[in-house]
């Protein structure tokens, strides 16, 4: 039986009321959200609000009828007193609809306005699982990076300098009402944030797919992210296909709508998979990490992703062979515990501009122990590593990771991958 098939079948999945997915689809936004309500507010931020396709959704807006304030600040990496600050704004606009148009940032900051507004006090209030007490104002989320998934999922990532490491809200109450996933309005991305938007992409789609499975009474609980299941796993290798197929052509030649297309689908894809699934270790460890180097989160989790692998091949080896299949990784390449998907993803990982050690990130030998300790905090994704990550464990996988050794904790991984270009 392949791993797909574990018995019994079991899962859960949360979505979005609705997902409209194509390109020119961003048209349809006026009307989703006149739908939800009267007065707008879009979240967006500054490189996005001078850009043509701003403007046209703002008369758009407007000509449905709705009457339309813009905030374009949004930081990229979310720093969380930004949230509270905009939900004066939109309460003084009277705002009960918000339109999160950009990256995970704009998408996250309109979720916690969402919160805010509905509930009051302050981000912090709601920080970690399931701490948002009911409903909050809909959110229409158009994302113009192919990565986060954040137009599908239940958390905002914030930055929270008083906590050196990033920090979420996670609350089945913050999906989208309906998400609008138009892959033209990637075409702008520069190569470097559509590589590390990609390699998170995929390390949502590879973390939920081999995450820890969890008891059927444990699925309905006061747990946002409940481990892999058998509604989660088709999304996530999905997601891992087309990723092996678009994300270097993406990169390369960055107009190609067929590849910003197929990205556009594998970062739905793995939201809609870790959505539910939730993430593991290398998002554990990337928090921190990206805290401590000020460097976008999708580099950080694209570069760990290799070595968190291999830290969990030795447990879900029947799915990183999934996975391997998934990336096309040739049949006679499918060797080791990981069936060579380890250097695999090291390989496409490196080949869109991602450094492959913590060293060439700005990480000091010295900043391990603290990286690792810190590395604890988000329980969420410590709980969901599939293999148990503590802190001694979380330190092997730093320093793995520091010196570039895809051999963690001394274990073989399989052969070289070769291209995978286009092979999936
Ligand atoms: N909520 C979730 O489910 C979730 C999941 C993963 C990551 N995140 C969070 O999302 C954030 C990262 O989001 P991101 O990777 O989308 O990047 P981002 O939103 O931080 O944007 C990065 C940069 O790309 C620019 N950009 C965005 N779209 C563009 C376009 N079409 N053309 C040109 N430039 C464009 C932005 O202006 C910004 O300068 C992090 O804070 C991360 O923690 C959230
Ligand atoms: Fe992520």
């Given at each position: 039986m392949d791993a797909l098939g574990e018995l019994p079948l079991r899962g859960l999945l949360r979505g979005p009321r609705e997902v409209l997915f194509g390109a020119g689809t961003r048209a349809s936004v006026p009307a989703a959200t006149a739908r939800l309500g009267r007065r707008a507010l879009v979240v967006t931020d500054p490189r996005l609000g001078a850009d043509r396709a701003t403007g046209q959704l703002v008369d758009g807006l407007r000509a449905a009828g709705l009457a339309v304030a813009v905030h374009d600040r949004a930081a990229p990496e979310l720093p969380v007193e930004d949230g509270a600050a905009l939900a004066e704004e939109a309460r003084r606009h009277g705002a009960d609809v918000l339109v999160g148009f950009g990256g995970g940032s704009c998408m996250d900051l309109a979720k916690v306005v969402a919160v805010l507004l509905a509930h009051g006090g302050t981000p912090q209030d709601y920080y970690g699982e399931d701490r948002v007490p009911g409903p909050v104002a809909p959110v229409v989320a158009v994302p113009t990076t192919a990565g986060t998934g954040s137009e599908v999922t239940p958390v905002a990532v914030v930055t929270d300098a008083e906590r050196a490491t990033k920090v979420g809200i996670s609350s089945r109450h913050l999906v989208p009402h309906t998400a609008v996933v138009d892959p033209e309005l990637a075409i702008t991305c520069p190569p470097s944030v559509t590589a590390a938007a990609g390699a998170d992409a995929l390390a949502h789609c590879v973390e939920a797919f081999t995450a820890v499975r969890r008891r059927v009474d444990e699925l309905d609980g006061a747990r946002v992210f409940v481990g892999r299941g058998v509604l989660t796993d088709h999304w996530a290798l999905l997601g891992v296909r087309h990723v092996a197929r678009h994300l270097r052509r993406c990169v390369e030649v960055p107009d190609d709508l067929e590849a910003r297309s197929g990205m556009a689908l594998a970062a739905l894809a793995g939201g809609m998979a870790f959505g539910t699934a939730g993430t593991a270790g290398a998002h554990a460890v990337q928090y921190p990490v990206g805290a401590l180097t000020r460097t976008p989160h999708g580099t950080g989790v694209g570069l760990l992703l290799p070595y968190v692998m291999a830290f969990v091949a030795p447990v879900v080896g029947d799915r990183l062979r999934e996975v391997a299949e998934a990336l096309g990784v040739p049949e006679a390449q499918r060797t080791g515990p990981d069936a060579g998907s380890v250097r695999a993803v090291a390989d496409l990982v490196a080949a869109i501009g991602i450094p492959r050690?913590?060293?060439?990130?700005?990480?000091?030998?010295?900043?391990?122990?603290?990286?690792?300790?810190?590395?604890?905090?988000?329980?969420?994704?410590v709980e969901n590593s599939p293999r148990e990550l503590d802190e001694?464990?979380?330190?092997?996988?730093?320093?793995?990771?520091?010196a570039g050794d895809l051999a963690v904790d001394g274990q073989e991984v399989g052969a070289a991958s070769g291209d995978t270009e286009g092979a999936a």
């Amino acid at each position: 039986m392949d791993a797909l098939g574990e018995l019994p079948l079991r899962g859960l999945l949360r979505g979005p009321r609705e997902v409209l997915f194509g390109a020119g689809t961003r048209a349809s936004v006026p009307a989703a959200t006149a739908r939800l309500g009267r007065r707008a507010l879009v979240v967006t931020d500054p490189r996005l609000g001078a850009d043509r396709a701003t403007g046209q959704l703002v008369d758009g807006l407007r000509a449905a009828g709705l009457a339309v304030a813009v905030h374009d600040r949004a930081a990229p990496e979310l720093p969380v007193e930004d949230g509270a600050a905009l939900a004066e704004e939109a309460r003084r606009h009277g705002a009960d609809v918000l339109v999160g148009f950009g990256g995970g940032s704009c998408m996250d900051l309109a979720k916690v306005v969402a919160v805010l507004l509905a509930h009051g006090g302050t981000p912090q209030d709601y920080y970690g699982e399931d701490r948002v007490p009911g409903p909050v104002a809909p959110v229409v989320a158009v994302p113009t990076t192919a990565g986060t998934g954040s137009e599908v999922t239940p958390v905002a990532v914030v930055t929270d300098a008083e906590r050196a490491t990033k920090v979420g809200i996670s609350s089945r109450h913050l999906v989208p009402h309906t998400a609008v996933v138009d892959p033209e309005l990637a075409i702008t991305c520069p190569p470097s944030v559509t590589a590390a938007a990609g390699a998170d992409a995929l390390a949502h789609c590879v973390e939920a797919f081999t995450a820890v499975r969890r008891r059927v009474d444990e699925l309905d609980g006061a747990r946002v992210f409940v481990g892999r299941g058998v509604l989660t796993d088709h999304w996530a290798l999905l997601g891992v296909r087309h990723v092996a197929r678009h994300l270097r052509r993406c990169v390369e030649v960055p107009d190609d709508l067929e590849a910003r297309s197929g990205m556009a689908l594998a970062a739905l894809a793995g939201g809609m998979a870790f959505g539910t699934a939730g993430t593991a270790g290398a998002h554990a460890v990337q928090y921190p990490v990206g805290a401590l180097t000020r460097t976008p989160h999708g580099t950080g989790v694209g570069l760990l992703l290799p070595y968190v692998m291999a830290f969990v091949a030795p447990v879900v080896g029947d799915r990183l062979r999934e996975v391997a299949e998934a990336l096309g990784v040739p049949e006679a390449q499918r060797t080791g515990p990981d069936a060579g998907s380890v250097r695999a993803v090291a390989d496409l990982v490196a080949a869109i501009g991602i450094p492959r050690t913590l060293a060439e990130l700005g990480v000091g030998a010295d900043d391990l122990p603290a990286l690792a300790a810190a590395s604890m905090s988000a329980r969420r994704l410590v709980e969901n590593s599939p293999r148990e990550l503590d802190e001694a464990a979380a330190l092997r996988l730093l320093r793995a990771a520091h010196a570039g050794d895809l051999a963690v904790d001394g274990q073989e991984v399989g052969a070289a991958s070769g291209d995978t270009e286009g092979a999936a």
